[in-house]
């Protein structure tokens, strides 16, 4: 009964899987997976041997007092529902779902339930999860799950009410920071000789470079920039221009997306 079971193997689901077992937090039989797809299971357990595979969710719940839900919003309340007959009261459900509160979720089952916003960057020991507890939630499976999490990455416990907003930085945030990357490289490639993939490689290790420049020796951004951007030069032309555009830029994406995470999961 001690034992994780993860219901739904997407990217998500996969992602915690191999993070979790290949980082040595948990064994292959410490973990349990659901999900609809055959092929999905066939190649977990093909990946990852020893590992616990389960034929519906409903036996999942029954092996595993800490469940973790990686499945769309959309489904995320209909599977709850679906398990919540066969647990005993005592587990802990861990939802990654954008958009739906732990009201909602604690109103299907009233005991342990935690909100975790992973990212993408977790695939590479990278980044920052988010999480949340419901206020059942006690310091055993608080430091539990946060000790799991911990295994991909680095883990920031959030407010509830702040959540939304720290969603748009560390879980969407390299989406946009990927596309900045990509402009970046393409204006640069469009302007010059330069070929493409070798614009985007010099800007992609640019960006991580900074990144860790920043990390180490705990400069502020406004700082650096005074570094880089002397009086009269090229550093400076870019910077106001961006300076004059970005943030109309930012507050609109801000904006958009704040709106669709209140809509998404209804």
């Known amino acids: 009964m001690d034992r994780v079971g993860i219901i739904g193997y997407g990217h998500m689901g996969s ?28 190649a977990c357990a093909a990946a990852w041997p020893g590992i616990g595979i389960a034929r519906a969710n409903r036996e999942l719940a029954r092996q595993c007092r800490l469940i973790i839900l990686a499945v769309r919003p959309q489904e995320t309340m209909g599977v709850l529902n679906e398990i919540v007959s ?34 993408v960057t977790s695939t590479v020991g990278q980044g920052t999860t988010l999480v949340c507890h419901g206020r059942q939630v006690g310091m055993h499976d608080a430091l539990r799950v946060e000790g799991l999490f911990s295994s991909i990455g680095n883990v920031v416990l959030v407010d509830e009410t702040n959540l939304p907003a720290a969603t748009l930085l560390s879980s969407c945030g390299p989406g946009l920071l990927a596309v900045i990357i ?72 801000v904006a958009a997306m704040l709106e669709r995470y209140g809509a998404v999961g209804k």
């Not at 040595?24 to 299971?41: F, M």
């Open 86 to 119: 066969v647990t005993e009261g005592d587990e802990q459900i861990v939802s990654l779902a954008a958009g739906i509160g732990l009201k909602d979720l604690e109103e299907l089952f009233p005991g342990s339930v935690t909100r975790v916003m992973p990212t």
């Open 15 to 42: 992602m915690l899987v191999n993070g979790f077992v290949a980082s040595g937090a948990l064994g292959p039989d410490e973990v349990v997976v659901a999900s609809k797809s055959r092929t999905s299971l066939d």
């Open 182 to 253: 990509e402009e970046l490289a393409g204006a640069t490639a469009r302007a010059s000789g330069l070929p493409p993939d070798r614009a985007l490689m010099l800007a992609t290790e640019m960006v991580a470079a900074t990144a860790a420049y920043l990390r180490e020796t705990g400069e502020a951004p406004r700082d650096l920039v005074e570094e880089v951007a002397t009086g009269g030069g090229v550093t400076e032309a870019g910077v106001k221009r961006l300076r004059e555009r970005l943030p109309g830029v930012f507050d609109g994406a």
